[in-house]
């Protein structure tokens, strides 16, 4: 099946600092990537759809100044967390489809744990 | 818009016993639905889809799932718990094409010995 990948799996980072993760589409091109966010002991939520070569689009509620979404090739989008806080101490997952599958099912990063401190 | 309702947040059975976790769906579309796994500190694992192909789903580690449209129903089974089987279990709901999935607030499955 299609793989998604993520980097980093984990990261720790001091309040106010900004942090860069990184989906990757490893065998399959994506026009178009989904970031969630998923609190301790609570479900996912999406955040914002990543479009190649053009803005994402935000869920209500999410701050598009503070998580900056860049989606340059076919194969990689990035989620940076700007002037990162505690209260961003979460779970970040990606998903993307495959177009020859019909995109009949979404396929997830293994997800990226920030905690901020 | 679509919405997926789990009904209970926490069940608990014994081992050997049948698993039974509800899922409800909302959509407008066929709905494409999913159920995933997700142990402590780790990722998701798909156990199983419904793509419009058999209503009778059966996925990875015993696993099965009936889709009834007419309930709305997507509920997730096992004959038999594991100990294993530990875990929060999520369904989700996707419509057609290049959409994300809607997750339900996951139910948390204990397996007492």
């Known amino acids: 099946g299609a793989v998604v990948s993520q980097h980093p799996s984990r990261v720790i980072c001091k309040s106010g600092t900004s942090v860069k993760i990184e989906c990757r589409s490893l065998?399959?091109?994506?026009?178009?990537m989904f970031w969630y966010r998923q609190f301790p002991k609570q479900s996912l939520m999406l955040m914002a759809t990543?479009?190649?070569?053009?803005?994402?689009?935000?869920e209500q509620g999410v701050e598009k100044d503070k998580f900056l979404i860049n989606h340059a090739s076919l194969t990689l989008s990035t989620l940076t967390v700007t002037s990162a806080h505690p209260e961003d101490s979460s779970f970040y997952i990606c998903?993307?489809?495959?177009?020859?599958?019909?995109?009949?099912?979404?396929?997830f990063g293994p997800g990226t744990r920030l905690t901020v401190l | 818009a679509q919405s997926v309702t789990q009904l209970g947040s926490h069940v608990s059975v014994s081992e050997g016993a049948l698993v039974l976790l509800r899922c409800n769906y909302s959509?407008?579309?066929?709905?494409?639905l999913f159920w995933y796994v997700q142990y402590p500190n780790q990722g998701l694992q798909l156990l199983l889809k419904?793509?419009?192909?058999?209503?009778l789903v059966k996925g990875i580690n015993g696993f099965e799932a009936e889709f009834k449209k007419s309930e709305t129903s997507f509920h997730l089974t096992k004959p038999s718990a594991h100990m294993s089987d530990a875990a929060e279990y999520f369904c989700?709901?996707?419509?057609?094409?290049?959409?994300?999935?809607?997750f339900g607030k996951g139910t948390r499955l204990s397996v007492i010995a």
């Open positions: 419904y793509t419009s192909a058999a209503t």
């Open positions: 959509s407008s579309v066929p709905p494409y």
């Open positions: 065998d399959f091109q994506a026009t178009t």
């Open positions: 998903s993307a489809g495959e177009p020859s599958g019909g995109y009949n099912e979404q396929f």
């Open positions: 989700a709901v996707k419509g057609r094409g290049n959409t994300p999935l809607v």
């Open positions: 990543s479009n190649e070569g053009s803005k994402a689009t935000y």
